[in-house]
Structures are given as structure tokens and as C-alpha cells.
């Protein structure tokens, strides 16, 4: 197994330049996963550290070798350059982010990517170091959302359905504060990057936490969130994400594959009890 180091936005950018002349097709082109003379296949994944990492991890260590592959797992602290390392061909795949986000993160990039499957979800909960139940929820509360804009309609709907807030179409798929219709308590909304949600606790009256980033604070969605989402909707299931065309390549079935067995089912169940399911 080989694990990269975070690599930031510079570090990436820069890598990418000393790799790479020309566009951005021609460099995905050329990047598929590489075939050692043992016939081992080495795939670069792209992941947010938890539980994507881990899981990846046990998947390298158990699972791969049989498969003929193996994995080098790069992590990344943000959800944006996960996404970049795909489309410049820096990564084979990544997996950290669900459909909504894929969804909206192809339409303002142009990312040119598919889903291959969903394989865990990770609720994200409303949290409070000082609030014990939403019915103590003070008048002019201060709640903070993620900052961008399809996880924070994820906390903005967590809250419309324990009635803080409604919203002018419950339906929509990526409400902002600019769509909440009646603000029943007066709820001072603060957008902050999804990492650093856990710390601002002691500054807010309510976070609203994903749930990858609440289990690297050692937060429990079960035991700590004064509500979470709904662990049998998978509407926001993390999904192997590959750039189109690369759908059939076999080393990526085979990822796909051996991330999708019961083996990791299991695994899945032990480790997290409840914080993180299984999705396919």
C-alpha cells in the first residue's frame, strides 16, 4: 500500500505543470492506471481521510492484491481538489462525495465524470456544545452551515424538518438561506468550510456536520447530533466517481468490485457501528 501525503492546491498545481504540457483532455487521456511487469495494476484514488481513507486502507490491504491491483490512496482536507486531481488526470478515481455534489460540481466546472456506484453514506447531524434538545434552541441562535452550497442546503434541510426554518420549494434539491421562507427563531446563519465545522462548536449555537468530517472530531451522529439524517436514504451516499470513458477500464472494475463486497460490507459495520453504512 501506498499512502500519499495531503497534497494541497499549490502542491497539486504545481505537480501537474512539471507533469503535463497541454490541455486538460489531453492529460486525462494519457493518465490510466499503470501495469507493473507483475501484472499488479496501481490505481490512484482520491479521498477525503475519513472514512474514505480507512477504507480504501483495508480494501489495499486485504482485498486487492487477489483483485490485481493496488491502491495508492491520495488524501485531500477539502472537498474541491479531489474533483481537480480527476479532471487534470493526476488521480484514476475518487471517493468522497455523493451525487448531489457531482451533480452540481460537473455543471460549475464542466467536469465530464460518472458515478460508477455508491458505496457508503455518513449522516450529516445538527451538533451543539451547548444545547442538549432543538427545543432549547434560543431566539437568534447562531447556526453554521457548510460553506458550500449542496452540503449546506443539507443542513438547511435538517433544520426545515425539525420546523426552524421552512423553506419556498421543500423540494428543491440545493436550497441556500436566500430560500428560507419563514425563519421561525430568527437563526443567524455563518457559512464555514466543512473541516473546520467541528471547532466552530464553541463559537456557534448549532453546527451542521458532515458526517466525515464529524467522525474526524470523534463525533457520533448516534450519540452526540441532536439529530441527524435518515440512515435509509441514500440520496447522499458517496460514490467511486471515474472520468467518462474510463468506465470499463479494468483495473477501475475491479476497484469497484472488491469496494462493493461483502468483505467490506462487514467492514463497514464493525468499525463504524452505525456512523458510517454500507450503500450498495
Known amino acids: 500500500m501506498r499512502t500519499s501525503l495531503p497534497l494541497t492546491a499549490l502542491a497539486l498545481t504545481s505537480a501537474l505543470t512539471l507533469a503535463a504540457c497541454g490541455s486538460t483532455s489531453d492529460t486525462a487521456s494519457d493518465a490510466a492506471p499503470e501495469t507493473a511487469a507483475d501484472g499488479v495494476t496501481t490505481v490512484r484514488v482520491a479521498v477525503t481521510p475519513v472514512p474514505h481513507a480507512a477504507i480504501l486502507e483495508f480494501v489495499d490491504e486485504e482485498l486487492a492484491a487477489e483483485a490485481g491491483i493496488d491502491i495508492e490512496i491520495v488524501e485531500f482536507t477539502d472537498y474541491v481538489q479531489p474533483n481537480v486531481a480527476l479532471d487534470e488526470g493526476a488521480v484514476d478515481a475518487n471517493y468522497y462525495q455523493h451525487g448531489v455534489f457531482l451533480a452540481d460540481q460537473s455543471k460549475a466546472a464542466g467536469y465530464d465524470f460518472t458515478g460508477l456506484a455508491t458505496i457508503s453514506f455518513q449522516p450529516m447531524g445538527l451538533y451543539s456544545d451547548s444545547l442538549t434538545d432543538l427545543a432549547e434552541v434560543p431566539e437568534g ?20 424538518a425539525e420546523g426552524l426554518i421552512t423553506l419556498a420549494d421543500p423540494d428543491a434539491p440545493v436550497p441556500t438561506v436566500l430560500d428560507i421562507e419563514e425563519n421561525l427563531r430568527n437563526l443567524q446563519f455563518e457559512e464555514v468550510e466543512a473541516p473546520q465545522l467541528p471547532r466552530s462548536l464553541a463559537d456557534v449555537d448549532i453546527a451542521a456536520v458532515p458526517g466525515n468530517f464529524a467522525l474526524d472530531a470523534d463525533l457520533k451522529p448516534a450519540e452526540d447530533a441532536l439529530v441527524a439524517e435518515d440512515l435509509t436514504d441514500t440520496t447522499y451516499a458517496n460514490q467511486l466517481v471515474v472520468r467518462a470513458g474510463d468506465e470499463e477500464d479494468p483495473a477501475l472494475q475491479a476497484l469497484l468490485e472488491v469496494l462493493t463486497s461483502e468483505e467490506v460490507r462487514q467492514f463497514i459495520d464493525e468499525t463504524y457501528d452505525g456512523a458510517v453504512v454500507a450503500a450498495f
Open 141 to 160: 441562535a447562531t447556526v453554521a452551515i457548510p460553506n458550500d452550497p449542496v452540503n449546506g442546503s443539507r443542513g438547511l434541510k435538517l433544520l426545515a
